[in-house]
T-cell receptor, first 112, second 113 residues
C-alpha cells in the first residue's frame, strides 16, 4: 500500500486564494518532500522538511510536518493561475532500505 | 546545464520485445532511481541505485532490470514487456541516498501492445 496519501485528490480555487494540501503517511520517515508536476512532465522539487523540523517556508510555500500524526501540509498563499499543477508528497523511509514513496497527488486548478 | 536525460521520450512496442530506456545525469549524483506513473497511483519506485554497482528493488520491480556500471547512467531494461507495463516512466537522481532533492528527467511514455 502507498506510504503517502494526499488529500484532497483535486482542488479548484480562484486566483488570489490560498491552497492547502495534506499528506499522510504510515511509517517512520527521515524526510518529507513536496514536488510539483505540470501535465505529465517531470517533477520539480519544491521543498524538503526533515523529521526534526515542524515548519518550513519558501516564498509563497509553507510546509508543516507533524510526526506524531504522521502528516504534512503544503500551503500555497495567494495562488496564481501558473500554480495549476499536480502536487505530490514524497517520504524517505528510515527502515527497509532507501526507498522513496510518493503519494497519488493533489491536482490543483487555479482559475484566473 | 544540470539535467537528467531519458531516451526515448516515446515508445510503442509489442509484447515480448526487449527494450531499454536510457537515463543519464551530468551532476555526479550518487543516487538514481526509476519510477512509473499511472493514473490515480502517483509515482511508484521500480529500482534505485545508491552508487555504481549498487542497486536495490523499489516497490514494483517485477518485470524490470537495471544496471549501474557508470555513475552517470542508469538504464531500465524490460526483457519481455507486457501490456501492464504501459506507463509513463521517470528517471531521477539526487546527490545522495536521502535528504536531498531528486532531479527528474522529462519522462518516457511507453505503450506495449
Amino acid at each position: 500500500s502507498q506510504q503517502g496519501e494526499e488529500d484532497p485528490q483535486a482542488l479548484s480555487i480562484q486566483e488570489g486564494e490560498n491552497a492547502t494540501m495534506n499528506c499522510s503517511y504510515k511509517t517512520s520517515i527521515n524526510n518529507l518532500q513536496w514536488y510539483r508536476q505540470n501535465s505529465g512532465r517531470g517533477l520539480v522539487h519544491l521543498i524538503l522538511i526533515r523529521s526534526n523540523e515542524r515548519e518550513k517556508h519558501s516564498g509563497r510555500l509553507r510546509v508543516t510536518l507533524d510526526t506524531s500524526k504522521k502528516s504534512s501540509s503544503l500551503l500555497i498563499t495567494a495562488s496564481r493561475a501558473a500554480d495549476t499543477a499536480s502536487y505530490f508528497c514524497a517520504t524517505d523511509l528510515n527502515t527497509g532500505g532507501f526507498k522513496t514513496i510518493f503519494g497519488a497527488g493533489t491536482r490543483l486548478f487555479v482559475k484566473a | 546545464e544540470a539535467q537528467v536525460t531519458q531516451n526515448p521520450r516515446y515508445l510503442i512496442t509489442v509484447t515480448g520485445k526487449k527494450l531499454t530506456v536510457t537515463c543519464s545525469q551530468n551532476m555526479n549524483h550518487e543516487y538514481m532511481s526509476w519510477y512509473r506513473q499511472d493514473p490515480g497511483l502517483g509515482l511508484r519506485q521500480i529500482y534505485y541505485s545508491m552508487n555504481v554497482e549498487v542497486t536495490d528493488k523499489g516497490d514494483v520491480p517485477e518485470g524490470y532490470k537495471v544496471s549501474r556500471k557508470e555513475k552517470r547512467n542508469f538504464p531500465l531494461i524490460l526483457e519481455s514487456p507486457s501490456p501492464n507495463q504501459t506507463s509513463l516512466y521517470f528517471c531521477a537522481s539526487s546527490l545522495a541516498r536521502q535528504g536531498y532533492e531528486q532531479y527528474f528527467g522529462p519522462g518516457t511514455r511507453l505503450t506495449v501492445t
